[in-house]
């Protein structure tokens, strides 16, 4: 008995060189699997926790759209649509907004709102220099998570965007039957 291929070696090479240029994009399938189900479950905690605040709400809801964009750009650079990458960096950038909406919202509310009432505790024990400074730290680290989220998710998108190019030049350059077995097998 032997174990004879059904490809010729014209076409194993075809198969072969396909693999190893698709391995500059397919590395994104994975990157857009942790990245939803990652923000799958934050928008879950956060939609649970802000059934009584209207932001953390709107937050939690935009976490779920942008992990079901993930998530279907995952199955899109897996099925060789071109399309994917654009939705995924699109949605990073849509993160970016969310995160900094929601930090530039808490800032706004922490300089203007009514004091924390456990800060009003700690001012009585402490002193209102205490105030102050809590205030200061919390306005900081929103500052930061801007900063971060900015240069994270920026970097994140850009990732995305410049494998849109790969992907098309891959789909166009590879023969369509390379492309069905690969689809097939993912």
């Not at 879950?44 to 953390?56: A, D, H, M, Y």
């Not at 964009?69 to 907004?97: C, H």
């Not at 700690?122 to 209102?128: C, F, P, Q, R, V």
Request: proline share 5%; hydrophobic share 50%; aromatic share 10%.
């Amino acid at each position: 008995m032997t174990d004879a291929s059904p490809l010729t070696p014209e076409q194993q090479q075809q198969l072969q060189e396909a693999k190893e240029r698709a391995a500059g994009f397919l590395g994104a399938a994975k990157v857009a699997s942790f990245n939803g189900w990652t923000f799958g479950f934050f928008a879950v905690i956060s939609i649970l926790t802000g059934l009584t605040s209207f932001p953390v709400l709107a937050v939690g809801v935009g976490l779920a759209v942008v992990a079901r964009n993930e998530l279907v750009g995952r199955r899109r650079i897996l099925d060789f649509q071109p399309s994917a990458f654009e939705l995924l960096w699109k949605n990073q950038v849509a993160l970016m907004v969310i995160i900094v909406a929601y930090c530039v919202w808490a800032m706004y509310r922490t300089s203007t709102g009514p004091p924390d009432p456990s800060l009003e505790e700690m001012a009585e024990a402490l002193g209102d220099d205490v105030v102050g400074l809590v205030q200061s730290l919390t306005m900081a680290v929103y500052a930061i998570v801007i900063g971060a989220t900015v240069v994270f998710q920026g970097l994140n998108a850009r990732y995305y965007h410049v494998r849109m190019a790969r992907l098309g030049e891959y789909v166009e350059s590879t023969p369509p039957w390379v492309l069905d077995l690969q689809r097939s097998v993912q």
